[in-house]
């Protein structure tokens, strides 16, 4: 068996009396695209939260590509190839789209500017290179925060709502993109409500409720897992 670029062991974070994210576990192989539903409240944000060193957990154990990174602080997790990005977009509104690309890099900024106007070219932003990001549409901010993350060069991307209030053309845009990502080894976790991305995106798709994995499959299967349904429908 090959190492998982992700393994989450029995992970466990509260909050007071909640318990946001309950034993979960979980892995991830590389080169594919995993979904991660749940309805509201579920603990989906606090999950990605733990494992990007956000929120401190309360126990479990997280390893990207095999090695111990619980218990690091954020940055350190996102050079050992982490990338994330918000449920609310964080992008600095009075620099230009160009710019939001170029604030996270360290170094050559010859390469660096290279590589920011290939990624805006990669989800046809090129064009507006120069326009504040602020002036850009939501679902093009969306855009340019997902490629900000690409800078780096992640080997796991975790998207957090992604496609939520993105424009049907502005999400073909990031669905191919995240399929091509795919298709270069990177791997992907997703959050997303919108079932008809997570059907037609996600290979496999792990389920929470209550902060606890209560299923994990194919997207077809847990479609119809009785779990699920009662978790979505049944209250
Ligand atoms: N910083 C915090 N302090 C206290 N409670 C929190 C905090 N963050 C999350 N919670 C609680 O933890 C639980 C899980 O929240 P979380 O935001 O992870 O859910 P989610 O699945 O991302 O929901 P949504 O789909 O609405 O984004 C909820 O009960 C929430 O109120
Ligand atoms: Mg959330």
Same mark, same amino acid.
């Given at each position: 068996m090959t190492t998982p670029v992700l393994e989450i062991e029995r992970l466990r974070k509260r909050f007071g009396g909640v318990?946001? /994210? &309950?034993d979960v576990s979980l892995r991830l192989e590389a080169g594919r695209i995993y979904g991660l539903i749940g309805p509201n409240g579920s603990g989906k944000t606090t999950l990605f939260n733990c494992i990007t060193g956000v929120e401190r957990r309360d126990g479990g154990r997280v390893r990207v590509s095999g090695e111990? /990174? &619980?218990?690091?602080r954020p940055w350190e997790i996102a050079q050992k190839g982490v990338g994330r990005t918000f449920q609310v977009i964080r992008v600095?509104?009075?620099?230009?789209a160009l710019e939001n690309l170029l604030v996270v890099t360290r170094g050559h900024l010859g390469g660096a500017r290279t590589r920011a106007l290939e990624l805006l070219r990669f989800v046809k932003l090129e064009g507006l290179?120069?326009?504040?990001?602020?002036?850009?549409?939501y679902g093009q901010q969306k855009l340019l925060e997902f490629v900000r993350v690409l800078m780096r060069d992640p080997t796991l991307i975790l998207l957090d709502?992604?496609?939520?209030?993105?424009?049907r053309t502005l999400l073909n845009d990031l669905l191919d993109a995240v399929r091509q990502l795919r298709d270069r080894g990177k791997t992907i976790l997703l959050v997303e409500h919108d079932m008809k991305v997570v059907m037609g995106l996600c290979e496999t798709v792990f389920v929470l409720d209550h902060g606890e994995k209560i299923a994990e499959g194919a997207p077809g299967i847990i479609q119809t897992d009785e779990r699920v349904i009662e978790a979505y429908f049944g209250r």
């Open positions: 318990i946001a /994210v &309950d111990r /990174v &619980d218990g690091l600095f509104p009075e620099l230009s290179r120069d326009e504040y990001a602020g002036n850009l549409s709502e992604p496609a939520a209030g993105v424009n």
